[in-house]
């Protein structure tokens, strides 16, 4: 009887110290990561003071110490730019757990689904299997005008740039009027970009009346060669400066190869450098190729699915409050699912596969931007490939320029200047100007930002960032297909500069 009561003993005291443990694990957890984040940090500091120190110790000991500080604030400090290093893509890492997997092999479910419903009902309609893929033919159109498009704008950015740099460079430290001459430099490469690279490209995609998916191909190339000629010369102006300043007989010139490299690798960031993987994985390589594939034909299944018979029948209705409700509501779950679609397709398939031949090891062209609790870590997480070129050509540059007090400003410039570009691919390639994720981008992404800011933690901020996040989807995909129709089904014959810009779908009205 003795010893029963003593197992019993024993046992419930077991169960309170697993209670206990299983109490103690969260804040246990929380302090290992603040300690590993801490740890991180710190490497990343040291690593960026060595890289100054290294960068200080090509300067001559005759230097002055003022000499040596005026040199070393021709980039805009503090960071000395992005640092560059071997690691990972997060989903890469995450799909080897398989409680994450299984939510990825959830989405090729839903793909299946999709495919059958398709099959099955164009079975019923037409008594047999319709396999033609006609959306996907008419939005790629026109492809070789797009290839010739892009080879022109791909040798005009190889040659231009770097000559004009390398011109400018050799001169530069024998010319009398230096002033003179990287005005004349500076102007012929704006000139590049603004007439070349900018209304170039925009001037064909129109004029030949190129599709939508073929244009966002020109336009997109557009802007991703305009930013990478930007780093380029941003991030070599000041070494020539630097080595003027110490007097040098060498003239830091990259390779016309190093320049190649750059304008193939996934980052916006030149360096004359980077972090290089050992081997190739043709492998990985085929499979990232082939995501992007599949990617494509899901969104060809949502577009039939779930947008077209919708706002089809909305081109037969009036423009009215509810069926505008209803439309945002029922656009939200394409919306969301295109949204993750364009986030694995491109931001980890395709920079993946590029990275990957390339053997560039440096691999974080997003971070966990699903766990934000404010919308200013989720435009930092979203696509860093980006936000790095915004935040050091951009932001900093901004700061450098007027000073630290004007963040405020320099915030405020970087999302006009996000806004105005994403309106403007989207204008190029719809036709059609309606600015509303220019909208949704200055009024209710700059008031988030700074309501829903890096102070807010917890489950509930998330759900907010989520639910805002949905809501902006659905707004999105409804107002962009309803103008699409309503340019459509209501044509103008001689259409004004003002019919343009008017938005169609608020007084069109098909008649059937």
């Given at each position: 009887?003795?010893?029963?009561?003593?197992?019993?003993?024993?046992?419930?005291?077991?169960?309170?110290?697993?209670?206990?443990?299983?109490?103690?694990?969260?804040?246990?957890?929380?302090?290992?990561?603040?300690?590993?984040?801490?740890?991180?940090?710190?490497?990343?500091?040291?690593?960026?003071?060595?890289?100054?120190?290294?960068?200080?110790?090509?300067?001559?000991?005759?230097?002055?110490?003022?000499e040596l500080h005026k040199a070393k604030t021709l980039r805009a400090p503090p960071e000395h730019g992005k640092i560059f290093t071997a690691r990972r893509s997060l989903l890469d890492e995450l799909f080897e757990v398989s409680h994450i997997?299984?939510?990825?092999?959830?989405?090729?479910?839903?793909?299946?689904?999709?495919?059958?419903?398709?099959?099955?009902?164009?079975?019923?309609?037409?008594?047999?299997?319709?396999?033609?893929?006609?959306?996907?033919?008419?939005?790629?159109?026109?492809?070789?005008?797009?290839?010739?498009?892009?080879?022109?704008?791909?040798?005009?950015?190889?040659?231009?740039?770097?000559?004009?740099?390398?011109?400018?460079?050799?001169?530069?430290?024998?010319?009398?009027?230096?002033?003179?001459?990287?005005?004349?430099?500076?102007?012929?490469?704006?000139?590049?970009?603004?007439?070349?690279?900018?209304?170039?490209?925009?001037?064909?995609?129109?004029?030949?009346?190129?599709?939508?998916?073929?244009?966002?191909?020109?336009?997109?190339?557009?802007?991703?060669?305009?930013?990478?000629?930007?780093?380029?010369?941003?991030?070599?102006?000041?070494?020539?400066?630097?080595?003027?300043?110490?007097?040098?007989?060498?003239?830091?010139?990259?390779?016309?190869?190093?320049?190649?490299?750059?304008?193939?690798?996934?980052?916006?960031?030149?360096?004359?450098?980077?972090?290089?993987?050992?081997?190739?994985?043709?492998?990985?390589?085929?499979?990232?190729?082939?995501?992007?594939?599949?990617?494509?034909?899901?969104?060809?299944?949502?577009?039939?699915?779930?947008?077209?018979?919708?706002?089809?029948?909305?081109?037969?209705?009036?423009?009215?409050?509810?069926?505008?409700?209803?439309?945002?509501?029922?656009?939200?779950?394409?919306?969301?699912?295109?949204?993750?679609?364009?986030?694995?397709?491109?931001?980890?398939?395709?920079?993946?596969?590029?990275?990957?031949?390339?053997?560039?090891?440096?691999?974080?062209?997003?971070?966990?931007?699903?766990?934000?609790?404010?919308?200013?870590?989720?435009?930092?997480?979203?696509?860093?490939?980006?936000?790095?070129?915004?935040?050091?050509y951009a932001y900093r540059d901004f700061l450098w320029f007027f000073g630290k007090k004007f963040k405020a400003a320099a915030m405020l410039s970087v999302f006009t200047v996000s806004a105005a570009v994403h309106e403007y691919v989207l204008?190029?390639?719809?036709?059609?100007?309606?600015?509303?994720?220019?909208?949704?981008?200055?009024?209710?992404?700059?008031?988030?930002?700074?309501?829903?800011?890096?102070?807010?933690?917890?489950?509930?901020?998330?759900?907010?960032?989520?639910?805002?996040?949905?809501?902006?989807?659905?707004?999105?995909?409804?107002?962009?297909?309803?103008?699409?129709?309503?340019?459509?089904?209501?044509?103008?014959?001689?259409?004004?500069?003002?019919?343009?810009?008017?938005?169609?779908?608020?007084?069109?009205?098909?008649?059937?």
């Amino acid at each position: 009887s003795l010893g029963r009561v003593d197992v019993d003993h024993v046992i419930t005291r077991k169960m309170q110290l697993i209670a206990e443990a299983e109490q103690l694990k969260p804040a246990f957890m929380k302090e290992v990561d603040s300690h590993f984040t801490e740890f991180v940090n710190s490497l990343v500091a040291k690593s960026a003071l060595l890289d100054s120190s290294s960068s200080a110790s090509i300067f001559p000991a005759s230097c002055s110490e003022k000499e040596l500080h005026k040199a070393k604030t021709l980039r805009a400090p503090p960071e000395h730019g992005k640092i560059f290093t071997a690691r990972r893509s997060l989903l890469d890492e995450l799909f080897e757990v398989s409680h994450i997997r299984t939510i990825y092999h959830m989405f090729i479910a839903l793909l299946i689904v999709f495919i059958l419903s398709t099959l099955l009902v164009d079975f019923i309609d037409e008594g047999r299997l319709v396999l033609g893929f006609d959306l996907l033919v008419f939005v790629f159109g026109k492809f070789p005008v797009v290839f010739c498009t892009w080879v022109c704008m791909f040798c005009a950015t190889v040659i231009v740039p770097y000559n004009l740099y390398v011109w400018w460079a050799q001169g530069y430290c024998s010319s009398s009027h230096r002033v003179i001459r990287s005005l004349f430099y500076g102007t012929l490469f704006m000139l590049f970009q603004t007439a070349g690279l900018g209304f170039g490209p925009t001037y064909v995609a129109v004029s030949y009346a190129l599709p939508p998916a073929s244009r966002f191909i020109v336009i997109l190339e557009q802007v991703r060669l305009v930013m990478k000629a930007h780093s380029f010369v941003r991030e070599n102006v000041p070494r020539v400066l630097s080595s003027v300043k110490d007097k040098s007989s060498t003239v830091p010139i990259p390779r016309i190869s190093q320049y190649l490299y750059f304008l193939f690798a996934p980052t916006l960031i030149y360096r004359d450098n980077y972090p290089r993987n050992p081997t190739i994985r043709w492998g990985y390589v085929a499979t990232k190729f082939a995501q992007v594939l599949g990617s494509l034909f899901y969104a060809y299944y949502i577009f039939v699915r779930l947008c077209i018979p919708q706002f089809h029948n909305s081109s037969q209705e009036t423009f009215n409050l509810r069926g505008l409700v209803l439309c945002i509501f029922n656009s939200i779950l394409p919306g969301v699912l295109i949204l993750f679609l364009v986030f694995f397709a491109f931001l980890h398939c395709w920079l993946n596969a590029f990275a990957e031949m390339l053997r560039f090891a440096d691999r974080m062209f997003y971070k966990d931007w699903w766990n934000s609790t404010s919308y200013a870590n989720y435009y930092r997480t979203w696509n860093v490939v980006v936000h790095d070129w915004l935040y050091y050509y951009a932001y900093r540059d901004f700061l450098w320029f007027f000073g630290k007090k004007f963040k405020a400003a320099a915030m405020l410039s970087v999302f006009t200047v996000s806004a105005a570009v994403h309106e403007y691919v989207l204008s190029i390639c719809f036709g059609f100007f309606y600015p509303v994720l220019f909208c949704l981008f200055m009024c209710f992404g700059m008031v988030f930002n700074f309501i829903l800011n890096d102070r807010r933690k917890g489950p509930i901020w998330n759900v907010i960032m989520w639910t805002s996040l949905f809501l902006g989807q659905g707004v999105i995909i409804c107002l962009y297909s309803q103008e699409w129709y309503a340019r459509q089904y209501c044509p103008m014959e001689n259409p004004t500069f003002l019919d343009y810009l008017k938005p169609r779908s608020w007084s069109c009205h098909m008649k059937m």
